[in-house]
């Protein structure tokens, strides 16, 4: 699934206009320029000939997720362009934006890190319950979240289509990159954005270069985040859980509650058995308790 970022930006100086911007990120979490265009302003016309243009010219038929800001231009475009109203293409919103507008109706600091939990959260009973507080502390706030649709913002109801990636903060990056040039001509921003990704692909092109002739075949970042996680390996052991035929029986006697929390589990019409309790074949947690037989020259303290 390609994951691409959209945004927009004025033109300053004497050339006014808008830089349209769509920024994907690579394996090693880097940004990825993949298309950009200058307009006359950010309208739902200009918006609607750069989804379509780039749809045609660069994604073709890849399954594809955009995320964007909530502008009017952007939601038209999602709504009835016709290139984007296909199965392989999802729509989502920049959950910083979600949040950005929504402070902006109610300025409450709160509630601003309640809309941030609950749409970064992969746990529906948790959204669930951010949502009520929220509606408990603002039925208006409640109400403004739920017009848009869930899958739109939370990480929970996406089902895995923007890979974890809940801003449009890869666009916003490449977009300071060209700061500087936003006050010169046309033809002098496009020659300066041109030369920037032309350096930018040719850097790491050597590197991938390098990484080919090591037979390296992760990007730094993911290596990094398996060499931190093998730091911690020293925590998990294997250890004997009991005689496998006892474990096979008691697993397919009954359904075993697995938590705690039985209300977060659908278990239909089957009755839920406790938790297991320690015994002598389910070793308990901790050390290993010994039984010495007292002599007489033992001390035994007073109850």
Not at 31 to 43: M, N
């Amino acid at each position: 699934m390609l994951v691409v970022t959209v945004d927009g930006t004025h033109l300053y100086g004497k050339y006014k206009g808008h830089l349209f911007l769509a920024v994907a990120m690579n394996g090693n979490r880097e940004i990825f320029p993949l298309a950009y265009a200058v307009v006359d302003g950010e309208t739902c016309e200009s918006w609607a000939w750069f989804f379509r243009l780039l749809v045609q010219r660069v994604i073709g038929s890849q399954q594809l997720c955009i995320t964007s800001d909530r502008h009017i231009g952007i939601i038209n475009s999602y709504r009835d362009l016709p290139e984007l109203q296909t199965e392989l293409i999802m729509k989502r919103f920049c959950l910083r934006h979600i949040r950005s507008n929504f402070m902006t109706k109610f300025r409450n600091s709160d509630l601003k890190i309640l809309v941030r939990a609950a749409g970064s959260t992969h746990n529906i009973q948790q959204f669930e319950g951010y949502m009520t507080v929220i509606r408990n502390m603002s039925e208006e706030g409640y109400k403004y979240l739920n017009d848009i649709p869930c899958a739109a913002w939370t990480l929970c109801f996406d089902g895995g289509f923007r890979c974890g990636i809940l801003t449009t903060n890869s666009s916003e990056s490449f977009k300071n990159m060209l700061k500087g040039c936003r006050m010169l001509p046309v033809t002098a921003i496009l020659s300066m954005s041109y030369a920037k990704m032309v350096e930018l692909f040719a850097k790491r092109y050597k590197l991938g270069i390098q990484r080919q002739e090591q037979s390296i075949r992760i990007t730094s970042k993911i290596k990094n985040v398996l060499l931190n996680r093998e730091k911690t390996k020293h925590k998990w052991a294997v250890s004997s859980y009991g005689n496998n035929q006892y474990v096979y029986l008691s697993g397919y006697s009954g359904i075993i509650q697995p938590v705690l929390f039985p209300q977060n589990l659908d278990v239909g019409s089957f009755k839920v058995l406790p938790p297991k309790r320690p015994t002598d074949e389910i070793p308990r947690s901790g050390r290993r308790q010994h039984n010495r037989y007292q002599g007489e020259m033992d001390f035994r303290a007073r109850r």
